[in-house]
């Protein structure tokens, strides 16, 4: 019997989160696409509940965050019980995002509403299809898939491993998973709860016995996740009854009782990383390229976030725009922000599971203090929300960096916060609404209009456009005064003072953005050479023509 051959530009192995949003994004952008998924049918787990704060701001700079809005409730912070004391707060309400809070949402619903945008936009997941072997070739790689019992080859240019912790990818390609079991046993129960009122926050509770982490989310149920230091001898494939759970429940938080529930599970953790996201034109996203403890819910919200890094570059190289070698970027990106979690949420457990008494007293005193003191407590939340997360120590943002600007204004690499903008044709503008439009923006900033710092704007905007064309979109930033009405120069007013304060644009410097929410570079002074070189390291010189 002949074999099915079809070709496409881009497939994307697996359809959870991470596949379901990379289709979206490349089919948004003219992109060809195959999804292929082994399973019938989606996974009926609540798994990831909650989108931070840099997801959503990376969703909203892709147009996709109302979506997930809709359907979640937000939670603003968490509470700490250490068995002394009042609980201590952990709060987000007050962080600077559109976003200050963990947006609840169980992961079955986020891959509905990804698996229902995808369908909108024309493509299905093609269900019952797994990947069984992937070849490598001059063109992109070649993979067999077994689709209802019969096989197909997809020849693609570009092959996107989502396909999870135990990627058939990684395991075709030979590409290692390094790193450990961490030897932990975790506890997770969907239920409801008795006899305690989480008052809408996430709740942790440390005790000499493990530690206990409450959130609810739907349906009056609330996620239970438990680590019982005096049960992690428990074989690693034993089931976990309710009685079981609600024992280890009273050891570490007495008077707390479960009932009803819907998912039981016992499981055990690992750290591992792909030593590269990049091999060849196969590309390693979310689970598929890092895992890591529960702490701090992070793993759907990493792959989630590789997805944005990788797929405009994709994008750009596919259309003609930039190099191959700008993909490289999302390696460099992207890896050292997945070890920094691994190491962050390993730390957190080891102060769970601090051996002996007296570390034990320290834990409770450290978790006290630190919770009391800000400055900790906002490096905590930062963490959590994944606002901290910067990408300084890639050789472009190391290159691109400027020395003579402030301390505090952001550099190459660095994350963009929202900030607040008036436009005469929009006067509730802000500034993600303005990144949305281009791939690249570029904001010139001046204390007050003169013709000098006018004309010098005119000439960069004139340049860019020249050279790059509507790939970049140039802005003349005004700190007050009345606008300039020139028809090619668009003119915005930083009536808040928000654009100095936040980002540190000071009278004459000139920042350039990238569309994925991230400062491309930003100089002190405006010097043309120098900033059309920066751009060329993203894009080619007259790429449209
Ligand atoms: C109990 C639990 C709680 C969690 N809580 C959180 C949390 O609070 N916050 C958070 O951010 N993350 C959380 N996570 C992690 C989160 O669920 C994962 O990080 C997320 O699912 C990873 O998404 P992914 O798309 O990379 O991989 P997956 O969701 O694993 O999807 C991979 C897909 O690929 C398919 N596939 C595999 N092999 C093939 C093949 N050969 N051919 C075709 N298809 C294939 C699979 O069937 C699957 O559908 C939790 C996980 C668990 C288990």
Redesign the pocket.
Known sequence: MDILKRSTQVLI????????LAAIELVKRGISCII????EE??P??????L?ARTLETLELMGLADLFLEKGYPVTGSRLHFGIGKPSKLDFSQLDTPFPYVLVLP?YDTEEILENHLEQLGVEVERH????DLEINSEGALAV?NRNGHREQIQANYVLS????????REILKVPFEGNKENMIFF?ADAKIKQFNSKGYMNVFMANRGMLFLLPFKNHYT?VIAVDLAKQNRPHSSELSLQELQDSVNNIAPGITLADPVWL?Q?GTSHRLVPNYRHGNVFF????AH?HN?AG???????LQDVLNLVWKLEFVIKGYSHDSILNTYHEERHFIASQVISATSKMMHVVTLPSPILKRARRIVGKSATSLNAIKNFAVKGLTELKFNYRHSSQAINHYDKRLRKNALQAGDRVPDAYLFSGHSPQLNLFSILKQHPFTCFIYANHINDSNFDQAKKVSKQFQNEFGDLVRTYYILQNGAPSRDENLSTLIDVKNELQKKIGLTDGSIIVFRQDGIVAFHQKHIDLEQCSEKLRFWMLQRSLG
Request: charged content about 20%; overall charge positive; glycine content about 18%.
């Open positions: 192995v697996g359809a959870g989160p991470t596949g379901l292929i998924e082994k399973k989606r996974s787990f609540s798994k990831a509940l909650g931070h992961q299809s797994e990947l069984i898939v989502c396909d999870g912790a135990h990627s058939k990818v997770l996620r599970s499981f996203i979310g689970d598929a895992i529960p819910g992070q793993g759907m919200n990493l792959g």
